[in-house]
């Protein structure tokens, strides 16, 4: 589905209007007491459009820090499990980063892979994701570092650019078009394509200056470089807190725990992990594979780039920037990047080791 | 229904086979599920406690008995000390099968040398079953297990049947020191205990399970025993939650053991890093 439409701001005005009158939850980024997050509007003029890259990632809204997959409810010694809906009612998430719509997609691969995931694919099929292209926040941010950028449109339904008066809109998915056709009102004639051009070139540019790498020239030395000394130490700065994994856009892993409510009832629900913790993968016997923190960040690092695009094509990471910016020790992504991305390929002939 | 869902099952029967380890007989509440599971040799599941979580073993019993699966697994944690608390008739939940299996079926018209220690004899004993059970596909069948010490031997029971069998070769061995006075098997680390029996490795594939340790000293006998890496099986058995490949937990290298595995070759443990 292609095609282009414009959007002024009042008219996105009525859009959120018309949408929360039809009973579509509408969020948005929201500033309040100094952070900016996701968060649910009933009026366009209570979001920061323009503002910072929200705090946390939007995978909030699709894989919840903590939710129920069933509960459970014991009488002697039968047991009786209630399922939780894995329906959900619609949602429309206006002003999302491209790097947050793009880990969208990404996750579809291992939430699909084989077994569907239906809690996961139940809120993806419920939202309309309405990108806005960004400007590039800040020295933090190497989206197009790895294969994306400011304007990238994979993950979105619309991609909306800023021009003068509103936004140019590029329809994305056939869902992004249901939505234009839906409000008629609200889109008008295509506007501002040239002054759309120019700001997506200006934000490719300036956030392609922070990191330049090539994410299969990475992947194919990761692949070969299980056991090498540039990983060691690197987790020695690493304090295990997992601040990374919780601001990530693609970090998936979780537990599972029951909660028992008294003793005859309780949820079974799953909870983010992250394998920086050192009982993510302790066995039973004590025996722990991933012994120290060195192994467990080049556990990070290998499955974000070797691993997850070795098995569904795409490289675990959008280049939001955040683990970068939350980490407590001062572990910077984009230095990591660049020394792998600098590693020869093959060791010259007549050296050895 | 939701993937993390389980089937519900009752325990129809409790076994204990050392002090420590127990193993459950449970049926499918749900007769069409009861009716249309199905599973192959080497696949596991994510068996639970409502209240005190899930736990990740291998089906022990055989797939081709039907209408039951079993489970062995060892008191150590919160839920397998949560399972020990049940009684007959009790509810349990069951997600699976899931994972690949060992290739039973490629294996037909060979010999098969089944090598386990301790408390990994569970996943070889529902290749046994499966093998014995269809006896007349396969040649020779040795059977190599052993424990730290004679109470630590598991399904005593199913060893003396196996023994008494003139179609099986047992071979039982004990560490050094866990003999009792009137034990007959041998005494002795599995791996010298392989060297010793020399199992041929001519038209034959062996399925080693054990401890990392036990696995590390008896590939080499396997290898002087002449088998190739890939006809050597094992399953691994990292921590898991979901078992379907989105936890994010069972990573060894390229691979999700939940998925790719538990069953590798040893030509396949040779291209992964030690992460298990």
């Known amino acids: ?212 790498i090539d994410p299969h020239r990475v992947r194919a030395w990761l692949a070969g470089h299980f056991e090498d000394r540039f990983f060691d130490g690197l987790g020695l700065r690493c304090h295990g807190c997992g601040a990374c994994a ?66 569904f094509g795409d490289v675990l990471c959008t280049g939001c920037g955040r683990c970068t910016r939350a980490c407590p020790a001062g572990q910077n992504l984009l230095e990591i990047l660049g020394q792998l991305d600098r590693q020869p390929q093959q060791i010259p002939e007549g050296m050895t080791s | 229904m939701n993937v993390y869902e389980p089937y519900l099952v009752t325990i129809d029967d409790i076994r204990d086979e050392t002090p420590d380890t127990r193993t459950l007989k449970l ?69 699976g099968p899931y994972g690949n299996h060992f290739p039973v079926d490629d294996w037909e018209g060979k010999r098969v040398v089944f090598i386990a220690g301790g408390i990994a004899l569970p996943p070889v004993r529902c290749v046994i079953w499966n093998v014995l059970d269809l006896r007349s596909k396969f040649a020779d069948v040795t059977i190599i297990y052993g424990a730290r010490t004679v109470t630590d031997l598991v399904y005593k029971h199913e060893l003396a049947e196996w023994g008494s069998r003139p179609d099986v070769t047992l071979v039982t061995t004990v560490d050094p020191g866990g003999q009792t006075p009137d034990w007959k098997g041998e005494i002795g680390f599995v791996p010298t205990i392989v060297e010793k029996v020399g199992p041929t490795s001519d038209d034959a594939v062996a399925v080693v399970c054990g401890p990392p340790i036990m696995i590390k000293y008896t590939l080499p006998v396997l290898d002087r025993l002449g088998f190739p890496p890939d006809r050597i099986y094992t399953t691994l058995e990292n921590r898991m939650k979901c078992g379907i490949g989105k936890c994010g937990r069972c990573n060894i290298g390229p691979v999700y053991v939940c998925k790719d595995g538990p069953v590798f070759t040893a030509a396949e443990l040779s291209t992964l890093p030690q992460e298990y």
């Open chain 2, 27 to 95: 049926r499918f509440k749900d007769d069409r599920v009861a009716d249309s599971f199905a599973f192959r040799a080497g696949q596991f599941g994510e068996y639970s406690v409502f209240g005190a979580g899930e736990c990740t073993f291998c089906i022990a019993s055989s797939p081709t008995r039907t209408g039951y699966i079993e489970c062995s697994f060892k008191a150590v944690g919160k839920v397998t000390n949560a399972i020990r608390d049940l009684n007959v008739g009790d509810t349990m939940g069951f997600r």
């Open chain 1, 1 to 212: 589905m292609s095609g282009e439409r414009f959007l002024s701001t009042e008219r996105g005005e009525r859009l959120v209007a018309d949408l929360t009158l039809s009973g579509v939850r509408v969020y948005a980024p929201v500033e309040a007491q100094g952070r900016t997050e996701y968060g649910l509007i009933k009026d366009l003029r209570e979001a920061a459009l323009g503002g910072p890259l929200p705090g946390m990632s939007l995978k909030s809204l699709f894989f919840p820090p903590t939710e129920p997959l069933f509960r459970w409810r014991q009488s002697g010694s039968e047991v009786a499990l209630e399922a939780v809906p894995t329906t959900f009612e619609p949602m429309v998430i206006l002003g999302v980063r491209p790097c947050d719509a793009a880990s969208l997609a990404v996750l579809d691969g291992v939430m699909g892979w084989d077994y569907k995931d239906e809690l996961w694919f139940g809120r993806r099929q419920a939202a309309t994701i309405l990108t806005i292209a960004c400007p590039g926040f800040d020295d933090a941010c190497f989206c197009s570092a790895v294969g994306l950028g400011p304007d990238a449109s994979k993950g979105s339904d619309l991609l909306l650019v800023p021009v003068e008066g509103g936004y140019h809109v590029e329809i994305v998915s056939d869902k992004g078009a249901a939505l234009v056709k839906a409000h008629p009102a609200c889109f008008s004639d295509p506007r501002g394509r040239e002054s759309a051009e120019a700001f997506r070139q200006q934000a490719r540019r300036r956030v392609g200056s922070n990191l330049e």
């Open chain 1, 246 to 311: 919780s601001v990530c856009p693609t970090c998936h892993c979780f537990d599972i725990v029951d909660e028992p409510e008294g003793l005859l009832a309780g949820t079974r629900r799953r909870h983010w992990d992250t394998c920086q913790t050192g009982k993510f993968t302790v066995h039973a016997s004590g025996h722990n594979p991933r012994a120290d923190q060195n192994p467990r960040f080049r556990q990070r690092v290998m499955h974000k780039f070797w691993i997850y695009p070795a098995k």
